[in-house]
Nanobody, 125 residues
Framework: QVQLVESGGGSVQAGGSLRLSCITS????????LGWFRQAPGKEREGVAA????????YYADSVKGRFTISRESFKRTLYLQMDSLSPEDTGMYYC??????????????????WGQGTQVTVSS
């Protein structure tokens, strides 16, 4: 059974940084793709970044390019999201998710079949 557990969220001021972690179990790293999504109150869940596990290809939402970095440590079965230059617009619940594949549709919620419980990120101005 695949399980995903996020951690690392918190409250920071604008311009600050946070590093999110997603510890996986089961066959999560056997899947082709792991991604980070976020959801702000009253808004739809949106893709932030994704990585193809076997190839290392990365994908980012335009809003986070140059500020966020997705990475993984396969031997630790852990996915990371380094978030720098945070702004209040980055506030939301951040979720780790697994998909069987990801490419052009990496940011489609429907592509992902397993989700973590989320970790809250709050950025104050």
């Amino acid at each position: 059974q695949v399980q995903l557990v996020e951690s690392g969220g918190g409250s920071v001021q604008a311009g600050g940084s946070l590093r999110l972690s997603c510890i996986t179990s089961g066959a999560a790293f056997n899947g082709n793709c792991l991604g980070w999504f976020r959801q702000a109150p009253g808004k739809e869940r949106e893709g932030v970044a994704a990585i193809r596990i076997g190839y290392g290809n990365t994908y980012y939402a335009d809003s986070v390019k140059g500020r966020f970095t997705i990475s993984r440590e396969s031997f630790k079965r852990t996915l990371y999201l380094q978030m720098d230059s945070l702004s209040p617009e980055d506030t939301g619940m951040y979720y780790c998710a697994r998909a069987d594949w990801c490419d052009l549709g990496w940011n489609f919620v429907s592509q992902y079949n397993t989700w973590g419980q989320g970790t809250q990120v709050t950025v104050s101005s």
